[in-house]
């Protein structure tokens, strides 16, 4: 019943900034935690950031971030619009990939709902 569509990717140039929404629809109150994940072609899946959604969660809120990540990209959310953004400045190359949006239900362990991805191109 939670259903998310991703938005906002493209191709830019490396240095270049990009933001992308991930809008989320149906039981959005069963959502603990929406968090953001890219895959690279030959890649495997790879976490990017998170951040707590529910009003009810058992860690401590705030926003966490991959190293590879960290002072470059900044996850925010809009309740009342039930989006959550990813804000990425300084893009490289090696962030080139498909980003999807990805959410925890209350008292699952697991990300069991995801978007369709949207593809990020830095190039050099």
């Known amino acids: 019943q939670v259903r998310l569509v991703e938005s906002g990717g493209g191709l830019v140039q490396a240095g270049g900034s990009l933001r992308l929404s991930c809008a989320a629809s149906?039981?959005?109150?069963?959502?603990?935690?929406m968090g953001w994940f890219r895959q690279a072609p030959g890649k495997e899946r790879e976490f990017v950031a998170r951040l707590t959604w529910s009003d009810i969660s058992w860690n401590t809120g705030l926003p966490s971030y991959a190293d590879s990540v960290k002072g470059r990209f900044t996850i925010s959310r809009d309740n009342a619009k039930n989006t959550v953004y990813l804000q990425m400045n300084s893009l490289r190359p090696e962030d080139t990939a498909v980003y999807y949006c990805?959410?925890?239900?209350?008292?699952?362990?697991?990300?069991?709902?995801w978007g369709q991805g949207t593809q990020v191109t830095a190039s050099s």
């Open positions: 990805a959410a925890r239900r209350i008292l699952f362990s697991e990300w069991d709902r």
């Open positions: 149906g039981r959005t109150d069963s959502i603990a935690h």
